[in-house]
């Protein structure tokens, strides 16, 4: 094959491309995982619902994309990929926490929409934030005594494996 712009003298000589780049190549066992954890990550990131997965016309976009791909249920979305995923994140959490020393336990609170209370419990550092824990308070008062009584029962929690804990 020839450049017709090219004006050097010598023609330029590309190469043809393999017709396996132009085919859909099947999605392997262990891709898949990976996927579906990719897809899990945009519902929760873009808070949607879990049931856009059998949305039709979700299904549609996703076989125009990739059509060997067969997306999970939202019962396997929901328990064996979030589960997995949430796994691998405390697991994380748990190896980040041993290498770090004085952290502080602090909590949040606020209300969903709902208008249940919901408080995160958060391990901080400098200028690093995690969080240990995000519970529904709605069926307790928040009186200083109680929300210092939740700060404690959660060093507690931590207390035997993370002993630099300190609340405050």
Not at 17 to 46: D, F, H, R, V
Request: glycine fraction near 2%; hydrophobic fraction near 40%.
């Amino acid at each position: 094959i020839v450049d017709a712009t090219d004006n050097s003298s010598s023609p330029v000589i590309k190469r043809q491309e393999s017709l396996a780049n132009w085919c859909i190549k099947p999605i392997t066992q262990n891709k898949q995982p990976e996927i579906n954890k990719k897809l899990l990550n945009a519902i929760i990131y873009g808070n949607l619902l879990f049931k856009i997965v059998e949305n039709p016309y979700f299904l549609d976009f996703l076989n125009e994309l990739a059509p060997n791909y067969n997306p999970p249920s939202t019962r396997i979305l929901h328990t064996e990929v979030f589960n997995s995923l949430f796994s691998s994140y405390l697991s994380k959490k748990f190896k980040m926490f041993k290498s770090l020393a004085d952290i502080t336990i602090v909590l949040d609170g606020w209300q969903d929409i709902s208008k249940n209370s919901i408080y995160g419990f958060m391990a901080l550092k400098e200028e690093q934030e995690h969080v240990l824990d995000i519970v529904n308070l709605s069926a307790n008062r928040h009186m200083a005594t109680f929300l210092k009584e939740q700060l404690e029962k959660m060093r507690n929690d931590f207390k035997n494996e993370y002993p630099n804990i300190i609340p405050v």
